[in-house]
T-cell receptor
Framework: NAGVTQTPKFQVLKTGQSMTLQCAQDMNHNSMYWYRQDPGMGLRLIYY???????DKGEVPNGYNVSRLNKREFSLRLESAAPSQTSVYFC????????????????FGAGTRLSVL | SQQGEEDPQALSIQEGENATMNCSYK?????LQWYRQNSGRGLVHLILIRSNEREKHSGRLRVTLDTSKKSSSLLITASRAADTASYFC???????????FGRGTSLIVHP
């Protein structure tokens, strides 16, 4: 049981390049999330998907797009990378969409460390 | 923007001592969660406390919640070097089920 798997673990891009961060979960969770973590800023929500077929913007969506490919997979795309997008990106999933019975407890992947030069 | 804010930002103690970190938040909540993040790893859920609960225990962890003061504390008793990590509180409420994370407390436990 792998939980939440993110690929790649590390990536270096040049300004203007594009890339897709992949995330998959094997816990049959309905909801999935993408965060970025910067020093001193904590975790900030980029996009989330409450259920298969839906996506919504979080706190910092500019410069990113997402795709909920199926119930297991949620990808994050940078169309034209900028140095300001240098960060550690985390994917997470949770069982459900209501804050009852621990359904919104989040399970995190190990992260993708992205540098944009 | 962060809902929860942890205090202190950094904490350094000796093995065997207790570690206490606090979280304050601004609006009413449904739940408050604590997570741990080891260096270079993802966050791991530790404990969830509901808004109608005042205290919860899990092993060496004790969490309290004071909704009148909009604050929570996480106590780690008899700390070990392996407890060295960053600790984050996360709150949900106001119609949103998505936990909002604070900036974290960095705990170093010296052996």
């Amino acid at each position: 049981n792998a939980g939440v798997t993110q690929t790649p673990k590390f990536q270096v891009l040049k300004t203007g390049q594009s890339m897709t961060l992949q995330c998959a979960q094997d816990m049959n969770h309905n909801s999935m999330y993408w965060y970025r973590q910067d020093p001193g800023m904590g975790l900030r929500l980029i996009y989330y998907s409450a259920s298969e077929g839906t996506t919504d913007k979080g706190e910092v969506p500019n410069g990113y797009n997402v795709s909920r490919l199926n119930k297991r997979e949620f990808s994050l795309r940078l169309e034209s990378a900028a140095p300001s997008q240098t960060s550690v990106y985390f994917c997470a999933s949770s069982e459900g969409t209501v804050p009852i019975g621990g359904k919104n407890i989040q399970y995190f992947g190990a992260g993708t460390r992205l540098s944009v030069l | 923007s962060q809902q929860g804010e942890e205090d202190p930002q950094a904490l350094s103690i000796q093995e065997g001592e207790n570690a206490t970190m606090n979280c304050s938040y601004k609006t009413s909540i449904n739940n408050l969660q604590w997570y741990r993040q080891n260096s270079g790893r993802g966050l791991v859920h530790l404990i969830l406390i509901r808004s109608n609960e005042r205290e919860k225990h899990s092993g060496r962890l004790r969490v309290t919640l004071d909704t009148s003061k909009k604050s929570s504390s996480l106590l780690i008793t008899a700390s070990r070097a392996a407890d060295t990590a960053s600790y984050f509180c996360a709150t949900d409420g106001g119609g949103s089920y998505i936990p909002t994370f604070g900036r974290g407390t960095s705990l170093i436990v010296h052996p």
